[in-house]
Nanobody, 122 residues
């Protein structure tokens, strides 16, 4: 059973930057970042496949960057120009096999991390 572990969450001021990491115990075909605020739906933010192809939600395009160190089975999310509304629990997700990595739906991913909290303050 593969496992994912996020790290890097913190409290940061608006306009600041933060980098999240997600370490997987084995190689994955497609990985993604999601976030969720209590009482709201989980939102898909970005995906990346093992070839480095990426996809972003409009809400974070231009501010967030997803990357993957495939040799280390570690995915990153560089978050810049953080806003108050970026405050959420951030989760990484992954699927080991597949042919397309173009979905931001949670149901497309089998493995999930426990989450790391990002709090943006003014």
């Amino acid at each position: 059973q593969a496992q994912l572990a996020e790290s890097g969450g913190a409290s940061v001021q608006a306009g600041g930057s933060l980098r999240l990491s997600c370490a997987a115990t084995s190689g994955m075909y497609c990985m993604a970042w999601f976030r969720q605020v209590p009482g709201k739906e989980r939102d898909g933010l970005a995906t990346i496949d093992r070839n480095g192809q990426t996809m972003y939600a409009d809400s974070v395009k231009g501010r967030f960057a997803i990357s993957l160190d495939y040799a280390q089975n570690t995915m990153y999310l560089q978050m810049n120009s953080l806003k108050l509304e970026d405050t959420a629990m951030y989760y990484c997700a992954a699927v080991r096999f597949g042919s397309r990595c173009r979905s931001l739906l949670g149901s497309s991913f089998r493995y999930w991390g426990q989450g790391t909290q990002v709090t943006v303050s003014s």
